[in-house]
């Protein structure tokens, strides 16, 4: 009589390996990552993301305490990331002057172009306030970031820039790249280098007048004006 043991059909499956904790974690991770990308926070139930993830809701409870932390560990890794790519490709070697941002912003376009559910986490608008806040904290962490990567060029090459200015600079550039990238993912078809060509153009042949010295001059005197206030041009007859 044959062993019983040898009695299994060949090519069959075997048994299901039992995830480790940590692999369930990633897993619960994966697919909340895909749910809230897609639906966004407000319209997901953490059964969607039970569902997705094949499990039940009480599973997931016993690693995330609820859907805000969820979220809030998801957006907290994107933004690492993201950040880290960011500053590799800035401190790579050779990197520098218009070389540096152009490098970083590749690195930048690359990131959402392969993760466009967590870069939506980070930009769509949420109801619960502690979620606004910390999309809000991660938002302030990528422009300091941005203005470190700005002051990592040589003193001589950043003449004339103070940090404050750099840190306006910097939240116009992270702001502009946001807004870039959101509508980069509304037409996917556009070619990365496409969108680089815009940005750095506007960014860096402007931003390089300015370390020059030149200064836009507020004809306006910085007050808003209707058009019976507005001052006659020069040419005006």
Not at 94 to 119: C, I, K, T
Request: glycine share 8%; net charge negative.
């Amino acid at each position: 009589m044959p062993n019983s043991a040898n009695n299994s059909v060949p090519g069959a499956p075997g048994p299901r390996r039992r995830l480790s904790a940590e692999e369930r974690r990633e897993s619960i991770l994966d697919a909340a990552n895909r749910v809230f990308g897609e639906h966004g926070y407000d319209n997901v139930r953490i059964d969607d993301v039970a569902a997705a993830a094949g499990i039940s809701k009480a599973l997931i409870y016993e690693h995330f305490e609820s859907k805000q932390e969820l979220y809030g560990e998801l957006m907290s890794r994107a933004a690492m990331d993201l950040l880290g790519l960011l500053v590799q490709a800035a401190a790579a070697p050779g990197m520098e002057g218009p070389l540096r941002m152009e490098n970083a912003a590749a690195a930048g376009f690359q990131w959402v172009q392969e993760h466009p559910h967590a870069f939506h986490m980070f930009i769509r608008d949420v109801t619960d306030p502690e979620i606004a806040e910390q999309q809000d904290a991660l938002r302030r962490g990528a422009v300091t970031a941005m203005a470190d990567v700005m002051e990592m060029e040589p003193p001589e090459t950043r003449a004339g820039m103070a940090r404050r200015q750099t840190e306006q600079i910097a939240e116009m550039i992270v702001g502009g790249w946001y807004a870039l990238a959101e509508w980069w993912l509304q037409h996917p078809d556009v070619p990365k280098e496409e969108l680089m060509t815009s940005m750095l153009g506007f960014m860096w042949l402007g931003l390089g007048q300015m370390q020059d010295g030149a200064r836009w001059e507020l004809t306006l005197g910085g007050t808003v004006r209707t058009g019976a206030e507005t001052a006659p041009r020069d040419d005006a007859a």
